[in-house]
């Protein structure tokens, strides 16, 4: 017996099934689009702080996903349901001021295009229970797709990648709400709609005038015997910082683990399906359902390798349910205030993510330092709000797929977009280069997390500069892999794919750094990561070999930190290994150490030369815009044969310093 796929055939299709097709297609698309603008708002804003060291002023944008507390006013919350598909167009009209050079331009053109972004997505929730239903999942979907998309860009947010992307996205989606339009004309061409209509003019009139009079209000936040609205609100907080933080990218799971985001990123998708398949089963609306999840939680937590990846697919598998059952409970009448805690817990655990790196930078800081794992715990935790009461409940393990027409658009997607992801990057072509040269061109670059000085992303341009300096090997700092605050993208995954070099970077996020990688277009024979004395900021040490022709070389990238005992204490823990190794060794990275320094002196003490140095003497070439020679390329056993600070331009707030030798 042969197995049928189903097909798509719209000719068979009614009316009204073909309505429900394109309700399904434009609201996945919408839900794509919510997500991009989410993950590139937090990036943005990040960003704004790093440019202005003003905090306050950077995460005040951020207070714009509070706009659906709005929603509590039952007259606007009428005016935007008739509304919705030109709330949505203008609000992604702003991205025509994101392709300004500005941060504080592109940071406003996000803030306003999340105003009615969220909104909207808010308001699905107080849909009746089908509407609702099928919004919940097209806003999964919506995230497949957006998975399936950053897999084929290597990471980059397809939205923002280019002006190309920004420009096209914008037609799409106007386009997409023109066909929502249209629905939403045919639905108001039904007489029981008219009259609700009417019904709702006088309802907005009548809101209106109490609004003036002070009569109605959002109501208050503090919940009534009986109420259940805050069991609501807590998790659907938890479970939209869980989804942005760990489920907005492919190889975010694997790079905590120490995998590579391709191909083991492909477990991940498949595990989201397959959770969405599940998502009607009465076995995962219970209590057991949510104990999955969190076991998950505690093996991502503190599992590493395949332990930690197969925590990370159970949370990914129970997330669909987890946002089905909670969206389902959501009271409309309590919206607003449910919108309101939900985003609160929301941002709390975003910014504490945030401020397990960069806690030195904000008051009483050290209570997030390094707690990724506590952090993500609370987030699991707190979701099972949502089954409080049905926690005893088990029910037999039974799969209830969804209509046929919405798994068949699943199938597809599925199928075809995995399919076309994992053709585009297996058909990407990597730069040749010949390892069999006799000199050997290395460079060390603090790339600035990402970000040029505009703020932008500068993958493109940072690959240009290796390309065009036939670069063999490569030390990167602040390559801040697969974080929020970076929008999630993997500048180590994007450039060793866009090279075709082998990559090692450590140590995982998870480990709360910014990370140091190494590329190279040689075998990476042995890695580790060293994580070094430190007061301050976590700084890291990798120690990796590699093999050259028929030579085993050492080669360690450094970062230190940015206060002198520190540094100190750092360059003590180095050179003790340095003493343990043979044969050629490079030491090169940003040492936040100045020529001459205790630090400097105590690394070139080990027997390694400046390499700089040692060609030209001196170091009138500096390295940061400050006019300081920081970063370095030491050397053992070896001859130096050219020595360069490259003049990158706005590219990154440091240059990179380049040397050939000859082994």
């Known amino acids: 017996m042969v197995m049928q796929m189903p097909v798509l055939d719209f000719s068979s299709l009614d009316a009204n099934t073909k309505k429900q097709y394109l309700m399904l297609g434009t609201t996945t698309w919408l839900s794509f689009i919510f997500w991009s603008f989410l993950v590139e708002l937090v990036s943005v804003i990040y960003f704004l702080n790093l440019a202005t060291l003003s905090i306050n002023e950077s995460i005040s944008f951020l207070f714009v996903l509070f706009i659906p507390i709005l929603l509590g006013l039952e007259s606007l919350s009428v005016k935007i349901r008739r509304y919705e598909p030109i709330l949505f167009a203008s609000s992604v009209l702003s991205l025509l001021f994101y392709l300004q050079d500005d941060v504080y331009l592109r940071a406003m053109a996000l803030t306003i295009g999340m105003t009615g972004i969220i909104l909207v997505i808010f308001l699905w929730f107080t849909l009746e229970e089908n509407e609702r239903d099928e919004r919940v999942f097209s806003l999964m979907i919506g995230l497949i797709l957006f998975l399936l998309i950053r897999l084929t860009t290597k990471t980059l947010n397809p939205v923002f990648r280019n002006q190309v992307g920004t420009l096209l996205s914008m037609f799409i989606t106007i386009a997409v709400l023109g066909i929502q339009w249209s629905l939403h004309s045919s639905r108001r061409e039904n007489e029981a709609f008219k009259r609700a209509i009417s019904d709702d003019d006088k309802l907005i009139k009548n809101s209106i005038g109490n609004l003036l009079k002070n009569d109605e209000k959002i109501p208050p936040f503090i919940p009534q015997k009986g109420e259940e609205w805050p069991f609501i609100a807590f998790p659907l907080g938890g479970i939209l910082f869980i989804t942005h933080w760990l489920f907005t990218s492919h190889g975010i799971i694997p790079r905590w683990n120490g995998l590579e985001p391709f191909p083991w990123g492909l477990l991940v998708i498949f595990s989201l399906v397959t959770g969405l398949l599940l998502v009607r089963s009465p076995f995962v609306k219970s209590g057991f359902w949510w104990m999955v999840s969190f076991v998950g939680a505690i093996l991502l937590a503190f599992g ?5 990846l197969l925590g990370g697919l159970l949370i990914a598998v129970t997330l669909p349910s987890l946002w089905s ?11 607003g205030r449910t919108a309101f805690i939900s985003i609160f817990i929301y941002l709390f655990l975003l910014l504490g993510s945030v401020f397990t ?10 209570i997030f330092r390094e707690n990724e794992e506590l952090i993500l715990l609370i987030a699991s935790f707190i979701t099972s709000f949502t089954f409080i009461r049905e926690m005893s409940i088990v029910p037999e393990f039974t799969v209830k797929l969804p209509p046929q027409n919405r798994l068949n658009v699943l199938i597809f997607l599925v199928i075809f977009g995995l399919t076309g992801a994992v053709g585009v990057r297996m058909g990407i072509e990597s730069l040749s280069s010949d390892v069999t040269a006799d000199t050997l061109t290395i460079m060390t670059w603090n790339i600035q997390q990402g970000f040029d000085a505009n703020g932008l992303v500068n993958f493109e341009e940072i690959a240009r500069v290796i390309k065009n300096e036939g670069i063999s090997i490569i030390g990167i700092q602040e390559s801040d892999t697969v974080r929020v605050s970076s929008g999630n993208r993997d500048i180590v995954e994007w450039l060793s794919t866009e090279l075709g070099m082998h990559n090692y970077y450590g140590p995982t996020p998870k480990e709360s750094t910014f990370g140091n990688a190494l590329l ?7 890695a580790r990561s060293v994580i070094l004395p430190s007061k301050g900021e976590l700084a890291v040490l990798l120690v990796t070999k590699i093999q050259i022709k028929n030579v085993k070389v050492n080669v360690l990238v450094a970062h230190f930190g940015e206060t002198e005992e520190d540094r100190t204490a750092q360059a003590k823990a180095t050179t003790a290994i340095i003493h343990e190794l043979e044969g050629p060794t490079f030491l090169i990275g940003d040492f936040n150490s100045e020529p001459g320094s205790t630090q400097i002196s105590q690394i070139i003490a080990t027997g390694l030369v400046d390499s700089y140095y040692y060609l030209h003497g001196d170091h009138a070439a500096t390295t940061i815009s400050s006019g300081k020679t920081i970063d370095f390329i030491f050397s053992s056993n070896v ?25």
């Open 325 to 335: 059952s909670t969206i389902y409970k959501i009271q409309p009448s309590n919206i």
């Open 304 to 308: 590493f390798g395949f332990t930690g």
């Open 520 to 526: 190279s277009f040689y075998p990476i024979l042995e």
């Open 357 to 366: 790196v960069t806690y030195a930078y904000i008051p009483a800081g050290e």
């Open 639 to 663: 001859t130096v044969l050219d020595a360069m600070v490259l003049d990158t331009g706005t590219i990154s707030d440091h240059k990179p310093v380049i040397v050939t030798f000859t082994i």
